[in-house]
């Protein structure tokens, strides 16, 4: 932040409470509250406006600048910041520290209390701490409580952080996830710019998406489908029954299997990150969706370790290989089923650590038998198919016809993709607000009709097939 910033920051605090306060700077200064005129404020201005605002009952709230210092009401030219360095680092190194840490990375923005509790376990010490050092903020609203960083050291705590995180890499054990760090800075950073674009967003409600995907990919709107609503699914909220119990959370692990060349990649990664090459703008949320092509099992299990408290998507487009390296099957289980994983070998341990991304796979596999009876040959497909939502491609003619069909109209240019940005806006916000950037949390409540509706459809199931092999 620049002095001239700090500035205005100051005077927009102070003299723009009320009228009598906005009229003290203009007579005294004959200025306007905006950067060309307030860089012609001097500090003895400053101070002296100060002196006439004591005469204003106004809140006496502290500030805490890298130039400028306010204390219960008296102006002071000394800046605070290696003061406030001192006290935020007092507190990350304490007891409390895992917890100041995650509390500090949520209050950028005005936090709601309801949803600091879901993000960090037991935190009222946490909470207090701060506030007690006059670090962060409290107040209530609409019967609402809620925290949030002083304006004037974000910069500050940001920094702050980021070398804190810098220090905790030591306790990642796995080089590769330390060396993985990076990457994700570069995708938060991503995401938080993207975010910061969007000044507002359409609403896309089920039949938007339905209509704009079967203009645009015909038959093969359904895959597309699925993995954009798995992109809703990311932010991985709580769902809560009626008497305001979790049940289970909005994630899902996605999994395309079956015959190769069957659109499978399209759908999970083209559509997601897009294809310059091919004009296909991306429609998945910016900076969450981890490509994992060319990448080993073993590889994966490592950097996984930097995921950690994380909601990412991995993007895997031939996951089958993943299966076939030598004790890979259980650490990959553990991962779909978000629980710790712990890996040894002679001369390496990683972890454990508790993994809590997603992934979105690409299956191939040998599919033989018609309908519903078909037989999968791959021992290792019981590992996916209990563990993701599981989508079957088969190479039939029909389906062949559909591929080249789009093929031809993406190459011609007859794809209208215009409302892509659309439905990518809608997805970073909704995963913004389930990840608590918005400062509110609000899980999704689970409703008897959305039985009703399973046990149609489930009803429909059973009246196309002779017995049933699975459980529900």
């Known amino acids: 932040m620049t002095r001239l910033q700090e500035k205005k920051m100051l005077l927009d605090k102070y003299f723009r409470v009320n009228e009598k306060t906005e009229y003290l700077l203009r007579k005294r200064l004959h200025l306007d509250f905006n950067l060309d005129n307030i860089k012609h404020v001097t500090d003895e201005e400053l101070s002296d406006l100060f002196e006439d605002l004591k005469k204003y009952n106004i809140p006496k709230d502290n500030f805490y600048g890298q130039y400028y210092t306010v204390t219960d009401g008296n102006f002071s030219l000394r800046p605070s910041w290696d003061e406030m360095k001192e006290r935020i680092l007092e507190c990350v190194y304490s007891e409390e520290g895992e917890k100041v840490y995650k509390v500090l990375r949520l209050l950028e923005r005005k936090t709601d209390y309801a949803l600091i509790k879901t993000k960090v376990f037991n935190c009222r010490k946490a909470l207090d701490m701060l506030l007690g050092r006059d670090i962060i903020k409290k107040e209530f609203s609409q019967g609402r409580t809620v925290y949030y960083l002083r304006d004037e050291i974000k910069f500050l705590v940001k920094n702050i952080l980021y070398r804190v995180n810098l220090t905790e890499e030591t306790k990642i054990k796995s080089k590769l996830a330390k060396e993985e760090l990076m990457e994700m800075r570069r995708m938060d950073l991503e995401f938080e710019n993207y975010l910061s674009e969007i000044s507002d967003y359409e609403r896309v409600d089920l039949d938007f998406l339905l209509d704009y995907l079967k203009k645009s990919f015909g038959e093969l709107y359904f895959d597309i489908f699925l993995s954009i609503i798995q992109q809703y699914s990311l932010s991985d909220v709580n769902i809560i029954n009626s008497s305001n119990e979790t049940v289970m959370k909005t994630g899902f692990n996605l999994a395309f299997f079956g015959d190769p060349g069957t659109g499978k990649t399209f759908a999970i990664d083209t559509i997601i990150r897009g294809d310059e090459t091919k004009n296909i703008p991306p429609h998945g949320i910016p900076g969450r969706n981890r490509y994992c092509g060319g990448m080993t099992a073993a590889r994966f299990i490592r950097i996984g370790e930097a995921y950690q408290n994380r909601k990412f998507n991995f993007i895997i487009p031939e996951f089958n290989d993943w299966f076939k390296y030598r004790g890979m099957v259980e650490p990959m289980k553990l991962a779909m089923e978000q629980k710790e994983i712990k890996y040894e070998i002679k001369d390496e341990v990683v972890g454990p650590y508790k993994f809590e991304s997603f992934f979105t796979v690409n299956y191939n596999t040998k599919i033989s038998g018609k309908n519903y009876k078909i037989t999968i040959q791959d021992p290792n497909f019981n590992a996916i198919e209990d563990r993701m939502?599981?989508?079957?491609?088969?190479?039939?003619?029909?389906?062949?016809?559909?591929?080249?069909?789009?093929?031809?109209?993406?190459?011609?240019?007859?794809?209208?993709?215009?409302?892509?940005?659309?439905?990518?806006?809608?997805?970073?916000y909704v995963y913004a607000c389930g990840q608590g950037y918005g400062g509110f949390y609000k899980p999704v409540l689970l409703e008897e009709r959305v039985y009703e509706t399973m046990e149609d459809l489930r009803d429909k199931i059973l009246d196309e097939v002779d017995d049933i092999r699975f459980s529900p």
């Open 389 to 428: 939502l599981c989508r079957l491609h088969r190479l039939t003619q029909d389906r062949y016809k559909a591929i080249a069909e789009s093929q031809k109209n993406v190459a011609l240019g007859k794809i209208d993709l215009r409302k892509s940005r659309e439905i990518r806006d809608h997805l970073t």
